[in-house]
């Protein structure tokens, strides 16, 4: 487990410090789908670090967002591929704080995603 707590921290600290190409650079390089696989560890310090990448990489996609003409997050569509929604749907059953708050917020985050994109533009 240890093994995997340290390459977590090593991923969230680029991603946490990264600019948008090297963002895009790891999530171009697959990252978002191990990331996902991490969220079902049953170990509190791993799930952290997993989500508070996860978050960086959608805040990076946000950015994208906003400066495109499609007003989409392109990595919310890579985290849904890796079955991230139903991940971050059963974490909310955590019994640690910061996991259950972190994995409700994500998936909110999702949620008012797909109501914007659904709903008719005006």
């Known amino acids: 487990m240890i093994f995997f707590l340290k390459a977590c921290w090593a991923i969230s600290n680029a991603l946490s410090g990264g600019n948008g190409s090297q963002v895009a650079t790891l999530v171009r390089e697959g990252i978002i789908l191990p990331l996902c696989d991490l969220l079902t560890v049953m170990e509190p310090k791993i799930v952290k670090v997993t989500l508070n990448a996860l978050d960086n990489i959608l805040r990076h996609g946000e950015n994208i967002r906003s400066k495109s003409k499609t007003g989409i997050n392109p990595y919310c569509a890579l ?11 059963f974490l909310q059953q955590f019994v640690f704080h910061f996991i259950y708050f972190s994995s409700f917020q994500l998936f909110s985050y999702f949620r008012n995603s797909e109501i914007k994109l659904k709903s008719p533009r005006l």
């Open 79 to 89: 985290v849904e591929e890796a079955r991230g929604l139903e991940k971050l749907e």
